[in-house]
């Protein structure tokens, strides 16, 4: 595949590697005088199998992300994406709560939360590899998992074509756990339960411990999966190119965190 590498300098936000692993076709930029346009927003159909394939998000433990996730299933629908939302939720979401969520178009599956075992009592990493629960979601070939205080700014259904694990990359080898694309499997599922008292996790939590067994994973653009801060520390330049993302219209940025 040839890359224009004078296009590439126009692109200081996207890692743009694995290349031949994604269809360029979905990134329709177009760049004139220093300025990123978008000549054709649609959305090309992401595969043949719609009916298998999902968002999912998880809450356990507390309420307090329910509005997040209200805002990101009508933030998913607003994108034009039809496919199924489906939220894991435990014991500790109340009624009135499930109601909400259920209104705003999220499917509501019931589970048992899933402590961590390096964790400290009431610490805010105490239950989240209640994510692994994820991969019990076997009635769905796909899933595209989204942290529930995650807003979709564009259509993102073309990643249901990756491969299992697909994410942004946090740091250096590393993989982001916010946004990515996973294949429901109780053979998975089972051995991410096998090997938790034994494998530590980097960062204590659900990031750290997947990146240990997932070595290998597929990267995508960080416009996939954006964290938007109030530039402290950052230089004229970089506030500059922040403010031109964060405005753009049509939106530039997939997801922001």
Same mark, same amino acid.
């Given at each position: =595949? ?25 990134f329709?930029? @177009?760049?004139l ?5 978008? &000549? ?9 199998? $719609? ?6 998000? *998880? ?9 997040? $996730? ?5 933030? %998913?629908?607003?994108? !034009?994406?039809?496919r ?8 500790? %979401?109340?009624?009135?709560y499930?109601? !909400?969520?259920? /209104? $705003? !178009? ?16 009431? /610490?805010?990493?105490?239950?989240? @590899? ?5 991969w ?7 899933? *595209?998992? %989204? ?21 942004t ?24 339960m ?10 204590? !939590? ?13 990267? *995508?653009?960080?416009? =996939?999966? @954006? &964290? ?19 405005? $753009?219209?049509?939106?530039?940025? @997939?997801?922001?965190?």
């Open positions: =595949m040839f890359v224009n590498m004078a296009v590439l300098e126009l692109m200081p936000l996207a890692i743009v590697l694995h290349l031949t692993s994604i269809d360029l076709d979905h329709p930029f @177009y760049y005088s220093g300025t990123r346009r978008i &000549l054709n927003s649609r959305v090309k159909p992401s595969s043949t199998n $719609a009916r298998r394939e999902a968002y999912a998000t *998880i809450l356990h433990s507390e309420d307090v992300y329910v509005c997040g $996730a209200i805002a990101a299933a009508q933030s %998913i629908r607003l994108s !034009g994406s039809t199924d939302l489906v939220i894991l939720v435990d014991e500790t %979401i109340s009624i009135h499930k109601n !909400g969520l259920e /209104a $705003a !178009g999220w499917k509501i599956k019931k589970i048992k939360r899933i402590r961590n075992p390096k964790a400290e009592k009431d /610490a805010y990493n105490e239950w989240n @590899y209640s994510k692994f629960r994820l019990q979601l076997t009635e769905y070939h796909k899933i *595209i998992f %989204i942290d529930a205080d995650l807003l979709i700014l564009r259509n993102m259904d073309f990643l249901f074509t990756m491969p299992e694990i697909s994410a990359g946090n740091n250096g080898t590393l993989f982001n756990s916010g946004v990515m694309v996973i294949e429901p499997s109780n053979c998975t599922f089972k051995l991410l096998e090997h938790f008292n034994d494998i530590r996790s980097y960062n204590g !939590g659900d990031q750290g411990y997947l990146n240990e067994i997932f070595t290998w994973w597929h990267r *995508i653009p960080r416009h =996939m999966n @954006y &964290l938007k801060h109030f530039w402290t520390g950052d230089g004229e330049e970089k506030k500059s190119m922040k403010t031109r993302l964060f405005a $753009a219209e049509p939106p530039v940025l @997939y997801v922001l965190i």
